[in-house]
């Protein structure tokens, strides 16, 4: 009972530490959303990489919900209106819950997702289909044994040569399956920017928010590498990635 409060409090601090390190970064631009006043910021890139790793699916959830509600009084340009704290939470709660192999529970969500966002009529407007691409890595990730098992594996160990690669995985899908699913279902069935006169700033910039993805995702995996790594060769043993290699441990101990 004592080792689980100590446990409590190390991840609320954590949970604290990173809030606050993720606030500051939402003052650094990456890249406009284009057709509105909103930007993606240097916060979504470490918080895509790196939230699941450190904080896990509870307390990951937790700092995505309180940096939700938070991020638009830092900077008002990263703001979808009263509900921009769900793109953060679905981010990181997706993301944490296939880390820790509960990819069914992350599989429903995404699938709510998918429903939502195909029940709008503008989903199916000209070359709108086009634009959920990058939703089917996310399936595949989550869904195929192979794929899931590799990128589980390769974050839990901290191997050096395939985290950079699994951590673009983990990175894209809090970053498509989460923030960006939540956030066109936002769009379109909220804010009404699912209408044609918008459509311009929808499938034709396909190929911008694929390069523009893809750079966030390998930016977040470098540098999230760089610290996962940091913090095992410092022997720090305090995150949520830790607590599963622990897991892994003691079920060896089991079978031997």
């Not at 989460?178 to 190929?207: K, R, S």
């Not at 095992?232 to 949520?240: G, M, Q, V």
Request: charged share 10%; net charge positive; aromatic share 14%.
């Amino acid at each position: 009972m004592a080792q689980k409060n100590v446990a409590k409090v190390i991840f609320l601090a954590l949970t604290g530490m990173w809030v606050a390190l993720v606030l500051a970064c939402a003052w650094i631009p990456a890249y406009p959303v284009l057709g509105t006043p909103a930007v993606i910021t240097f916060s979504n890139i470490i918080f895509s990489s790196l939230t699941a790793p450190i904080l896990g699916p509870l307390w990951g959830t937790i700092s995505g919900f309180i940096f939700g509600w938070l991020v638009p009084y830092v900077n008002p340009a990263t703001s979808i209106g009263l509900l921009t704290f769900l793109s953060p939470t679905m981010a990181a709660m997706i993301s944490g819950l296939f880390l820790f192999n509960r990819w069914k529970e992350s599989a429903l969500i995404f699938a709510i997702e998918l429903m939502i966002w195909f029940s709008h009529p503008f989903a199916w407007y000209e070359a709108m289909p086009i634009i959920t691409w990058q939703y089917w890595p996310v399936l595949a990730f989550i869904v195929i044994p192979p794929l899931r098992e590799w990128i589980i594996k390769a974050i839990v160990n901290r191997d050096p040569a395939r985290m950079p690669a699994a951590l673009w995985c983990l990175a894209w899908i809090a970053r498509i399956g989460g923030d960006v699913a939540t956030g066109n279902n936002i769009a379109v069935w909220v804010l009404n920017w699912g209408v044609p006169e918008l459509y311009p700033y929808w499938a034709p910039m396909t190929i911008y928010y694929a390069i523009a993805d893809s750079l966030n995702c390998l930016a977040g995996a470098i540098i999230g590498t760089a610290v996962l790594l940091a913090l095992k060769k410092a022997n720090l043993k305090l995150l949520a990635v830790d607590v599963l290699v622990r897991k892994q441990e003691k079920l060896k101990t089991q079978v031997q």
